[in-house]
């Protein structure tokens, strides 16, 4: 795409680039710790990029760091200035950048997972940064979190419902939760883990497995390719 | 393209190009205790704009001018020519105004967010307004221009002239840091933008500022009149060196206490503005 071309995508070309997949949720979900599950389970088989939303500047990006799920160069900490949601839905241009920033020295990536700073049930991401998302809640936040819906539970591709372990201490009702949910979504699917025992939250690596393979059929294997920011008209040779 | 209403879009906090991350400093004025409610500050701003925000809108309003001159110059131009036929002719030009920013830019701290913040300005800009001077800039520049020289082009690409990319660099140094001050002191909006109401002449002053300063380094046989577009030296043998004359007189007034806060600020374990 050049200067002159009508470029009024959501999101970058998605031809021949990695996944990007957006993990948001409420304060204390357990985003972090899926990201690192899931680097953990994906790692060996996808060539994996993180960019970290934090409230206060590097504590996520930290975690993953000494969790050593991941090379640590290849997480990027974005910082949002108050407004977590603003970095994901109205001004992405942080985080579009460090996303870049990542295919660009790591490329070609599979997989690009950017997690949001924790916000409230509003928060969504843009498509213009996610093409995939995934809305994480846990139980102890109360069985009705589901029923109040909101677009992150509404509209995400996947809603993961975390700490099931806790279910029996905060009274939290599972099959009210899971019937709650499938009324709101649409059929959506809905997962729910305790990754606190599933230390490589199997079940949400498979969906994004699932994903990664059908971006890939979709647009084709990733390759390094001109990016946005960088000098579109090459020289006549 | 009218250049007024490009100019509400440049300047509107809403523009979705990063700059909603960053204090100007505030941050770290708040948690050194030198901003603790409206009174420090409209001082805060005032200083602010004096200083970093006259250099800025001169920078801005240099910017303006060069990309005004690239259309100019690739005008008629097949878009497809090799670089040697206009466009790229713009490469050490926006290198050097780019290099004239970095000079004026005394903190680390405050080159790299005012990189961060020019990279992502044209990210959002070139798909807004595209434009070969964009295009040229970010070639020139890889990593991010200045901020100021970024929205000086942005501004030549949307329509708007040198006064009012300057007066859009003048309005961004002072709200963005109020509106970071907002939401870190829980201070009442409206007083403080009753603080930007009242800077408002201020602005204009600055922007004017700005334009007079590139007017006063046009040699005694040019005509420095107003800051316009036009009157920029164009391409002839010799640019090069006519434009370096013309950014000789652009300010560079320092703001010792903003480098410091800048640089206090990467320091700062718990930060939640870039800076």
């Not at chain 2, 829980?186 to 600055?206: E, I, K, M, N, Q």
């Amino acid at each position: 795409m050049g200067a002159h071309h009508d470029d009024l995508h959501d999101a970058a070309e998605p031809h021949g680039r990695a996944l990007r997949l957006g993990i948001g949720g409420p304060v204390g979900s357990g985003k972090t710790a899926l990201v690192a599950a899931l680097c953990r389970s994906l790692g060996p088989s996808l060539r994996l990029g993180v960019v970290t939303n934090d409230i206060y500047t590097t504590e996520d990006a930290d975690f993953l760091r000494r969790a050593g799920v991941i090379d640590p160069e290849r997480i990027l900490a974005v910082q949002t200035g108050c407004c977590p949601h603003t970095a994901i839905r109205d001004d992405i241009a942080a985080n579009l950048d460090a996303v870049e920033t990542l295919e660009e020295r790591f490329g070609p990536l599979d997989l690009v997972i950017v997690e949001s700073g924790g916000d409230n049930l509003t928060a969504t991401f843009s498509r213009g940064l996610a093409d995939r998302q995934i809305f994480v809640l846990d139980v102890s936040g109360g069985d009705k979190v589901p029923r109040k819906g909101g677009p992150g539970v509404t509209s995400a591709d996947l809603l993961v419902v975390n700490k099931t372990d806790l279910a029996p201490m905060v009274g939290a009702d599972l099959t009210v939760m899971s019937r709650d949910a499938a009324a709101v979504r649409d059929g959506k699917p809905v997962l729910f883990t305790s990754i606190r025992e599933d230390k490589g939250a199997h079940t949400v690596a498979e969906w994004v497995t699932r994903m990664v393979d059908a971006w890939r059929r979709e647009h084709g294997e990733p390759h390094r390719h001109a990016l946005p920011n960088a000098a579109q008209q090459a020289p006549a040779s | 393209m009218d250049g007024d209403a490009a100019l509400l879009l440049l300047s509107d906090s809403r523009l979705p190009a990063g700059g909603h991350a960053h204090s100007g400093g505030v941050e770290e004025a708040v948690r050194l205790g030198e901003v603790t409610g409206t009174g420090d500050l409209a001082r805060f701003l005032r200083g602010r704009l004096a200083t970093a925000g006259l250099v800025t809108a001169a920078l801005a309003a240099a910017a303006c001018e060069l990309a005004a001159a690239d259309r100019e110059l690739g005008a008629g131009l097949d878009p497809g020519a090799p670089p040697e036929n206009g466009a790229a002719d713009g490469v050490p030009l926006w290198r050097r105004l780019d290099a004239e920013a970095d000079a004026r830019t005394a903190s680390p701290a405050q080159r790299e967010a005012a990189r961060t913040q020019g990279r992502l300005l044209l990210r959002t800009a070139r798909r807004m307004w595209p434009s070969a001077a964009l295009d040229t800039l970010a070639r020139a520049v890889p990593e991010g221009p200045h901020h100021p020289v970024a929205l000086g082009a942005v501004a030549a690409s949307a329509g708007c002239t040198p006064r009012q990319a300057a007066l859009a660099a003048a309005y961004t140094s002072v709200t963005g840091p109020a509106t970071a001050a907002v939401r870190l002191l829980g201070l009442d909006p409206v007083t403080v933008h009753r603080l930007l109401a009242d800077l408002a002449p201020a602005l204009g002053d600055t922007a004017r500022a700005a334009c007079a300063s590139l007017d006063d380094a046009v040699p005694a046989d040019g005509e420095p009149d107003e800051c316009r577009a036009e009157e920029h030296p164009g391409r002839q043998p010799g640019r090069h060196a006519a434009w370096r004359a013309r950014w000789r007189a652009l300010p560079g007034h320092s703001a010792p206490a903003l480098d410091l806060l800048a640089e206090g600020h990467l320091t700062n374990p718990m930060k939640l503005f870039v800076s």
